[in-house]
């Protein structure tokens, strides 16, 4: 069973910094693209940062220069250091993985999700 375990959620000042950590298995982190997405009550899940397994990286608009997300081959985790919160960025985080396999159908794993509150 695939399992992708997210840890570093919580509560900090605007302004201020958490990094999440999510890690998995060696056969889904060297081989998918891993990210971070959020989601906060009746919204549609929204792509924070991702990096795939080339090492390529995408950021949303609303987190650029302030959020980086990064990887330790090591560990088979994934980061996601968040700079300068804003009250905004409260909402669940959630790890991915995904990929196309050779018979081009798409494979997405999530975490568990991860709560940060940023308080004004």
């Known amino acids: 069973q695939v399992k992708l375990v997210e840890t570093g959620g919580g509560l900090v000042q605007s302004g201020g910094s958490l990094r999440l950590s999510c890690t998995t298995s060696a056969s889904i982190f060297l081989f998918y693209t891993m990210g971070w997405y959020r989601q906060g009550p009746g919204t549609q899940r929204e792509m924070v940062a991702t990096?795939?397994?080339?090492?390529?990286?995408n950021y949303g608009d609303s987190v650029k220069g302030r959020f980086t997300i990064s990887r330790d081959i090591a560990t088979n985790t994934v980061y996601l250091q968040m700079n300068s919160l804003k009250p905004e960025d409260t909402d669940v985080y959630y790890c991915?993985?995904?990929?196309?396999?050779?018979?081009?159908?798409?494979?997405?794993?999530w975490g568990q999700g991860t709560q940060v509150t940023v308080s004004s």
């Open positions: 991915n993985g995904a990929r196309v396999n050779e018979l081009n159908q798409e494979l997405n794993f």
């Open positions: 990096i795939s397994s080339h090492g390529r990286i």
